[in-house]
């Protein structure tokens, strides 16, 4: 169990770590606009590791909801982008289950494309 001073330290380092900056949408933040995101959710398995932890808005800590960050970004190429860029320091199974549903996802959009008439 993390006591309420150590949390506290957990979530000023990783603001540090990440530079105050959502490392989904890019954009740096005041601390109070920010959390700390779990990229694979707790409920999912994700444990309370460094690793694990990343630094979000407010906003796109509720886009992401209780999604691991590779189903919230497997859509969105700009998001992704800042994410592979900014997350250096996440786990490389989360920074490879990022770049895996990217690459899916283009190739789905691409079969239905041609599809298409």
């Known amino acids: 169990m993390t006591t309420g001073g150590a949390k506290a330290e957990r979530r000023r380092r990783i603001f540090e770590r990440d530079g105050y900056r959502c490392v989904y949408c890019g954009r740096p933040y005041e601390e ?15 444990d309370h590791s460094d690793g694990n932890l990343v630094t979000a808005c407010l906003t796109c800590n509720r886009g992401k909801a209780g999604r691991p960050a590779w189903a919230y970004l497997e859509s969105d190429a700009m998001a992704r982008e800042n994410f592979l860029r900014s997350a250096r320091w996440v786990w490389p199974r989360h920074r490879r289950a990022v770049i895996e549903a990217a690459r899916s996802a283009s190739e789905r959009a691409a079969a239905e494309r041609a599809r298409a008439p």
């Open 32 to 46: 109070s606009q920010l959390s700390v995101d779990h990229v694979e959710p707790r409920q999912r398995g994700g």
